[in-house]
């Protein structure tokens, strides 16, 4: 099986001109075949804001009504997306920003309003990700961009978690690919305590990752990253490693086992 | 030679969502190969306004500052692409939204700023067109639907004419095939008188454009839509119609000859 890399960046990086440009760097000098997801990052948070429009939040999660649909489609897809794309194209690769709708490579459904209505979320599987028309990009040398937008088939955009588009993009190419999936983002990796660089657990498994949990060492934002990352080593992918960016041609990080 | 139909439509269908929907099913329902390429509308110059960006304008004509660029880049590649692809995926057309960035579709040079700076605006040229990505995306059935925005392949994004951006496709992809191009917008087609839509001029050489053009008869914003469907026909597209985009189907517009 051919080798693919299946990266996806975290908006912290997305903000930092320097840092992206640097890590964007590294991702055209990784080698082989390979596929980016990005973040979104604070843009779309202070646009909303200087547009009056108000982020509504139940549980602590930010539910996406019309308005906020809009902003993120037009930050993520237009802004985000074109910039990386050009910027890719300056250092000599040849990338295709894309968007869930775009030739329906992610297809998705939007989460059931009941019991709470997070507004125009959309929940991708891996079953359903456009494979074939992603290899035959990858196949010709065509760099494949996504942002964290999708669409549910029937003419709406959804704003959709983009570690869960990596993971189902990851999932749905090892069936023809031998792919590895990396979580870049502003961190080593995880860490024993999130404050100190230096406590990075160099490798874990499922069993290992529950007991942390049980200790609070894991907890927030990483849960679903990891949970996501096992589900697709448990489903096909050969390997999952969460890293900072500035590490991704070293692949220092936290590397992960079943 | 397989035929292919190239369409822009004009920015004043775009902002009318009724119109939009009805001319997307007619533009679905045109048989055989097809592009789309698509203006701005007005979201953009209302964005502008309610983020407090003042459009400098010269001559007539509005530059494209910095922040005038990150706007029409949300808007025309965020915003208005995805929602156009989102709908015609739903009624069946398998679209994909690019910019000219996009796999290098549409390589641009960034217009000299002397005498006037218009800021980030890129004139295309028909040579640079990427005419291998675009066909064989059409031959596998996928429907390219561009925005207005390219780059000039060092990492700048440009604001470009879409009307330049149908000639220049449609020029290029005439090598390849025998290419129709429709300039779909709010009137009949070029009229006589502007406020009379019973006066349209149904066909129209190169010399009889002149003479109108003398006359005043034909003024404005029509004029360099002239000039590009001019171009194209001398250059190897099969055929250019100015028309409404409601009589597509019907092909009822004023056809244009050298």
């Known amino acids: 099986m051919k080798k693919l890399s299946i990266i996806k960046i975290g908006g912290n990086i997305i903000d930092n001109p320097e840092a992206l440009n640097a ?44 308005g906020t649909l809009k902003i993120v489609t037009m930050v993520y897809a237009g802004w985000i997306n074109k910039n990386i794309v050009a910027s890719l194209q300056k250092i000599g690769c040849n990338a295709i920003g894309l968007s869930g709708a775009d030739a329906n490579c992610i297809p998705s459904k939007r989460r059931n309003p009941v019991p709470i209505d997070f507004g125009f979320v959309g929940d991708p ?41 990596a993971y189902s993009l990851a999932t749905a190419l090892s069936k023809k690919y031998d792919t590895s999936l990396y979580y870049c983002f502003e961190k080593e ?38 949970d996501n990352s096992f589900k697709a080593i448990e489903n096909g992918v050969s390997e999952v490693i969460i890293l900072h960016a500035k590490n991704l041609l070293k692949k220092y990080g936290t590397i992960l086992s079943v």
Not at 28 to 48: D, F, S, Y
Not at 141 to 152: E, Q, R, W
């Open 189 to 226: 990796g995880v860490l024993k305590d999130i404050n100190n660089p230096n406590s990075l657990i160099s490798t874990m498994n499922k069993q290992e990752c529950e007991a942390y949990k049980e200790q609070g060492i894991i907890a927030d934002g990483m849960i679903p990253k990891l």
């Open 23 to 66: 890590f964007l760097s590294d991702f055209h000098q990784l080698e082989g075949r390979k596929l980016l997801i990005h973040g979104g990052g604070v843009l779309a948070t202070k646009m909303a804001k200087e547009l009056g429009i108000e982020s509504q939040m139940i549980q602590g999660r930010r539910v996406t009504d019309e």
């Open 125 to 165: 599987s891996p079953d359903a990700i456009n494979v074939d028309f992603l290899s035959q990009l990858i196949e010709n040398d065509i760099t494949p961009v996504f942002c964290a937008i999708t669409h549910d088939e029937n003419g709406l955009l959804l704003n959709t978690n983009a570690d869960t588009i």
